[in-house]
């Protein structure tokens, strides 16, 4: 049996905090305390956000600027800095659309790297090389995602690349390119 697919930015429209799932997801699985971001850098935010400053992630897909929003299961980069992440009731049918934003999570609890583990016999999702760890691609536009999952010595990476909606556009259409450029920028602060 293949698993839940939920995208955590849908999740987090949901209201579900404490039950962030992605791709293979992993219930209950919490961001990396303690990390702290290399010598030198900015980080956007602390918590959550601390793995990619917000002129960072800007760069790396080629916007003007983005918004980091914490969530529960990570950090979610605002493509557009005037949108806002609606207030949502987790008991409704149905959610608001969410703003396109580039989602970043890292889980360093065992669900979560069991889930990994899962996810390597899903046959949707592909090997990604290049990368210094293991590393899976999934492309789901039903459910908008659109992830790079990565295995690294003390947890999970997950990455989430939504489109923009126009005009706005990233610097490339080559998700998985965007997504490793951003894993290469957090990876130095992920220790």
């Known amino acids: 049996m293949l698993p839940v697919v939920l995208t955590a930015t849908a999740l987090l429209s949901a209201g579900c905090q404490g039950d962030q799932r992605t791709a293979g997801g992993a219930a209950g699985a919490t961001p990396a305390a303690g990390a702290t971001p290399a010598a030198g850098a900015t980080p956007a935010a602390g918590g959550n956000c601390r793995f990619v400053s917000a002129a960072e992630m800007a760069q790396a897909v ?14 979610s980069y605002l493509l557009d ?29 065992q669900v979560a790297i069991n889930a ?24 789901d536009d039903g459910e908008q995602l659109h992830q790079l999952t990565v295995r690294t010595s003390r947890g999970v990476v997950r990455i989430n690349v939504m489109p923009p909606g126009p005009p706005q556009h990233l610097r490339t259409d080559d998700r998985v390119a965007l997504a490793k450029q951003i894993y290469t920028i957090a990876r130095p602060r992920l220790t």
């Open 62 to 75: 080629g916007v003007a600027a983005v918004k980091p929003v914490e969530t529960a299961g990570g950090c």
């Open 81 to 109: 800095p005037a949108d806002v992440m609606p207030s949502l009731d987790p008991a409704a049918a149905t959610f608001p659309p969410l703003p396109p934003s580039i989602d970043f999570s890292f889980y360093t609890d």
């Open 116 to 139: 990994f583990a899962e996810d390597l016999k899903n046959p949707g999702e592909q090997p990604v090389s290049d990368l210094d760890a293991p590393a899976r691609w999934l492309d």
